[in-house]
């Protein structure tokens, strides 16, 4: 069984650039939740999707957005990059409302210059 | 609003010893509790879960009993190994669908 893939692995954009990060999730799994890590505020919640609708969203500025295609697969895009999205951002799969846990892809590590 | 509290680190131990990660929380209703580990450039592992107060999570030697009397979650485990070391969190969900996370306790185990 395939896991949670995270396309690309690693990316490297330039001040006031949009990037598009991607989610497959766990065959079968329709949540995809959104994370980002960084080394001063941790792991943050940025949103969650259910068959293609957002049911939560973290607090992160609306130049962060996201999408849920109807096979489950997940984008997040942010806008005009700054520095300080800088981060690992992690992509989560469950099959229903996270009591049986989340699986998570490896990451996409971002990196803004 | 939930927040999980975690001890900091590094957590420095020889091999073969005992570990315990504290972990405690604030949420509304019955969360479910869970730990995850990351080792460096990977994402994160699911280790262990707990859905219900009293209930007792474990795998691969390491394990967390759900105790909602002290709103607490502490990771032990009776011997570690150097493969053990990596970066530990702690998380609940409290049915929303997303998951809150402690700060991580980063574990070093040396031979």
């Known amino acids: 069984k395939a896991g949670v893939t995270q396309t690309p692995r690693y990316l490297i954009k330039t001040r006031g650039q949009q990037v598009t990060l991607s989610c497959s999730p766990i065959?079968?799994?329709?949540?995809v939740s959104w994370y980002q890590q960084t080394p001063g505020q941790g792991l943050q919640f940025l949103f969650e999707y259910f068959s293609e609708t957002q049911r939560n969203k973290g607090n992160f500025p609306g130049r962060f957005s996201g999408r849920q295609f109807s096979n489950s697969r997940s984008e997040m895009n942010v806008s005009t990059l700054e520095l300080g999205d800088s981060a690992l951002y992690l992509c989560?799969?469950?099959?229903?409302?996270?009591?049986?846990?989340?699986?998570f892809g490896s990451g996409t590590r971002l990196t803004v210059v | 609003g939930n927040s999980v509290t975690q001890m900091e680190g590094p957590v420095t131990l020889s091999e073969e010893a005992f570990l315990t990660i504290n972990c405690t929380y604030t949420a509304t209703g019955y969360p479910s509790l869970f730990w995850y580990v990351q080792y460096p450039g990977e994402g994160l592992q699911l280790l262990l879960k707990a859905t219900k107060a009293d209930d007792k999570g474990s795998n691969k030697g390491f394990e967390a009993t759900y105790r909602k009397e002290t709103t607490s979650f502490h990771l032990e485990k009776g011997s570690v190994q150097v493969s053990d070391s990596a970066v530990y969190f702690c998380?609940?969900?409290?049915?929303?669908?997303?998951?809150?996370f402690g700060k991580g306790t980063m574990l070093l185990v040396s031979p």
């Open positions: 989560a799969s469950s099959s229903e409302t996270g009591g049986r846990g989340y699986t």
């Open positions: 998380a609940l969900d409290s049915g929303y669908s997303t998951l809150t």
């Open positions: 065959s079968g799994h329709r949540s």
